[in-house]
């Protein structure tokens, strides 16, 4: 645990955002979306938060919250977000082009090689590694996230009630297999009483 | 001609109408339900169709959900492919973007932040449950969780690009170790 990559910034007050271009957006979700091999969100945690720094940890962990109760696919709705904060409905826009297009395609050229070759336990095989690792990265995303919000709570009953939240929700939803709109309807009050009240 | 117009618009009328449920990030979740539609009831696609679109979305890169676009392509050629992508994706990520409209208006405040700051550590939990999910539901046992368990310990201590790590586990996989 010692060589987690440090925080960052260490007094990012509320700066105005860069302001951004939507092509260097549209450039930019495209290269997330591109390298984005078993799912984007442990790529654009790396790309927003630890190289480019456009947000911080915490902010990107909002977004992911929003995104995730928001309909839609959550990445998508990240990208909505990011774009909007930078650049406007412009740049919400670019953004989800860039999230989508270049996949899009990638895809329809994998499902036309898949019929050709996708008969081989090769393929199958590779796809099945490929997809542990990618469930790892997921868990990995998650842990991260947890590391930091635990640093930024700032007594330990608000540290306390995060590590309580994360883990209801996770087992409900992963464990238990709850609808994940009761486990969150459940959780919310609770959740957002905590952040309403906890000391700055 | 017809009959295809037919199924295209079908299809788009019926992902479009499941769109608006996907909370939580759930197009993966309503799987189940457009297997029933695409599979089951229509039988517009084979069982290893909706298999393979799933697996393959998965794999490549960009988001999970666009195995809906290869459902789509294999229902209905190129007009089912982007009628499905539209279908959903169009009507949730519109909600999105009206509600940041409507939130620049009255922005945030207290309760903004605390809806916000409280809704993070359960998305976190959310995150780490699909990846638990999938690591559940992959045909590979034992050693599948073993990959994935490495894979998070290399990528908390190391900066390494993730999409070696990904190469790395097809690499593993194509030498049957998983």
């Known amino acids: 645990m010692s060589t987690l990559p440090a925080p960052p910034e260490p007094d990012h007050t509320v700066a105005p955002p860069p302001a951004l271009r939507p092509l260097a957006l549209f450039l930019a979700f495209s290269q997330m979306a591109l390298s984005g091999f078993g799912g984007v969100m442990p790529f654009a945690y790396r790309f927003l938060v630890e190289k480019r720094q456009w947000l911080r940890p915490e902010q990107f962990a909002e977004m992911v919250a929003l995104g995730q109760v928001l309909p839609g696919p959550t990445i998508c709705n990240v990208s909505i977000m990011v774009g909007w904060r930078f650049a406007g409905v412009r740049g919400a826009l670019a953004s989800l082009s860039g999230m989508l297009t270049g996949p899009i395609m990638v895809v329809l050229l994998l499902g036309v090689g898949y019929q050709k070759f996708g008969a081989s336990p090769h393929v199958h095989d590779a796809l099945t590694g490929m997809s542990a690792v990618a469930a790892g990265l997921i868990l990995s995303t998650a842990l991260k996230m947890a590391v930091r919000l635990w640093r930024v709570a700032p007594v330990r009953w608000v540290k306390g009630s995060l590590c309580g939240f994360a883990l209801l929700s996770f087992a409900g939803v992963g464990l238990m297999h709850w609808p994940l709109i009761e486990v969150v309807a459940l959780l919310a009050p609770f959740a957002v009483g905590v952040a309403f009240f906890k000391p700055k | ?178």
């Open chain 2, 1 to 178: 001609m017809d009959s295809d117009d037919c199924i295209v618009c079908a299809l788009a009328l019926h992902l479009a109408l499941l769109s608006m449920m996907a909370i939580g990030g759930g197009v993966v979740m309503l799987a189940p339900d457009i297997y029933r539609y695409v599979v089951a009831s229509n039988h517009w696609i084979t069982r290893e169709q909706f298999a393979a679109a799933y697996t393959i979305a998965q794999a490549a890169p960009g988001p999970n959900m666009l195995y809906v676009t290869l459902v789509g392509w294999w229902v209905a050629g190129w007009a089912g492919a982007a009628a499905a992508t539209l279908a959903i994706t169009v009507p949730p990520l519109t909600f999105t973007l009206m509600l940041l409209r409507a939130s620049r208006r009255h922005h945030g405040g207290r309760w903004g932040d605390a809806i916000a700051g409280g809704l993070a550590p359960v998305s976190v939990g959310l995150l780490a449950a699909g990846g638990w999910v999938l690591v559940r539901a992959s045909d590979s046992g034992w050693r599948g969780a073993l990959l994935a368990a490495l894979t998070v310990v290399i990528a908390m201590r190391t900066r390494l690009n993730p999409i070696w790590l990904i190469a790395g586990g097809g690499f593993i996989g194509a030498l049957h170790l998983v």
